[in-house]
């Protein structure tokens, strides 16, 4: 799907890979920063209206972002609704109740998730990973912490599909349902497994690439070039944010 967002005529897709970048990380940051309600909804506005207009479809950023962002950070706050001290708003059983600034503390956080996913879920899908790579690169991240993520991203779905691949040539070999304690010990050997074939992956991975030359730069093709409207939106998305950080202290 980013390769064919990417490719299409957006409002992020037309800037230079480095202004999309600076500006979305500018905008997480104020985000991070604010800490008024209704501000974060007016920045959780402003980057649904960005995602839309770089063809990003509401469905996709509610399936891919949205409802992960909600359950996960859901789960993390709801013991501050009750822990949180406060006038009470919702009785609870035992003698617990939902307080007003535990509400507030939560609405808080989880809008600020959700609005920084968004975000940098729209950026993930208008550009493709080799130019967010070489965006930081340009922009001074070190070298090796590129390659770690040049090599993550692209490994990790192949020790994934081993590790289904492992599971199903258990299951398939298996007769009858496991007991509890022999699933936590197929768990544990298949982990050991897996380990010890991602050590020896990353050996082969480094053979290869040295005898290919490699001496720690990834390199590409692309060449990065500022225009006019590149300033001018790195100057809007400076602006915004620092706006957003002001109005929202």
């Known amino acids: 799907m980013s390769e064919r967002l990417s490719g299409q005529a957006g409002a992020l897709q037309m800037l230079d890979p480095r202004v999309r970048l600076v500006g979305i990380l500018l905008l997480v940051v104020s985000t991070v920063l604010c800490s008024r309600i209704e501000v974060l909804i007016g920045v959780f506005v402003l980057a649904v209206m960005l ?124 007769v009858g349902p496991f007991r509890a304690a022999q699933q936590r010990a197929i768990a544990a050997r298949s982990a050991g497994v897996l380990l010890s074939k991602s050590m020896d992956l990353s050996y082969d991975v480094y053979q290869a690439m040295t005898a290919r030359g490699f001496r720690g730069e990834v390199r590409t093709l692309e060449t990065f070039r500022m225009r006019s409207r590149d300033y001018a939106s790195l100057i809007a998305f400076v602006g915004i944010a620092i706006t957003i950080a002001w109005i929202g202290r």
Not at 103 to 112: G, P, V
Not at 136 to 149: F, N, Q
């Open 51 to 174: 995602a839309l207009a770089s063809r990003v479809k509401v469905s996709t950023l509610a399936k891919r972002v949205w409802w992960i962002a909600l359950g996960f950070t859901g789960l993390m706050v709801a013991p501050a609704l009750i822990t949180t001290p406060g006038d009470p708003m919702l009785a609870l059983p035992w003698n617990l109740s939902v307080t007003e600034h535990g509400l507030q503390a939560a609405l808080l956080l989880i809008l600020r998730v959700e609005t920084a996913v968004t975000l940098t879920a729209t950026l993930v899908l208008c550009t493709p990973w080799n130019q967010i790579l070489k965006a930081l690169r340009t922009l001074g991240v070190p070298p090796e912490l590129v390659a770690i993520l040049v090599m993550t991203h692209r490994y990790i779905f192949l020790l994934m599909e081993s590790a289904n691949q492992m599971f199903d040539s258990r299951q398939s070999r298996a």
